[in-house]
């Protein structure tokens, strides 16, 4: 096997597993937007079915005397209330969208390197500049 040949098999090898390993981190970035998304969608809906209870059971203070529309009341407020902190001690919203961008950055690194696979897969013959050109890509990439 030439200097040529085992370089190339080598650099190939490097960006099989670089496109593997970027694979498995856009799965993983996907899963926790995933994650991320629910959570904010039961705190959207918590903070909803809190804000009613609150301001339907108060609206209702003034009507009646009953101690349940007062529990109600200090359950929904005590929901909201703790629904809000939470929201704003972890910025949920915020860590989507950078769980975002990174699963799209990953993509697009994903295509350059399986380009890149093919280009040095599929070449008949290699040059020495070719072979110089595709590590410089390679190092880019990564």
């Known amino acids: ?9 080598i650099l190939f090898n490097n960006v099989i597993d670089l496109l593997l390993s970027i694979k498995w981190t856009q799965k993983i970035t996907a899963t926790n937007y995933d994650r991320l998304a629910k959570y904010s969608m039961w705190i959207r809906w918590g903070k909803a079915t809190a804000a009613l209870l ?7 203070l003034f009507a009646s005397d009953s101690n349940l529309v007062k529990y109600i009341a200090i359950v929904g407020s005590l929901i909201f209330t703790a629904l809000e902190v939470i929201s ?10 950078n769980l975002f961008e990174a699963k799209e950055s990953l993509w697009e690194k994903s295509i350059l ?6 280009k040095i897969k599929f070449t008949e013959s290699v040059s020495e500049t070719e072979l ?5 890509e390679y190092k880019n990439i990564l």
Not at 1 to 9: A, S, V, Y
Not at 88 to 97: A, E, H, L, P, S
Request: glycine content about 2%; aromatic content about 6%.
């Open 1 to 9: 096997m030439t200097n040529h040949n085992l370089q190339r098999k």
């Open 54 to 60: 609150t301001s339907g059971t108060v609206a209702t």
């Open 88 to 97: 704003n001690q972890f910025n949920i919203v915020k860590d989507q969208v």
């Open 113 to 118: 390197l399986t380009n890149l696979a093919r």
């Open 132 to 136: 110089k050109d595709w590590h410089l």
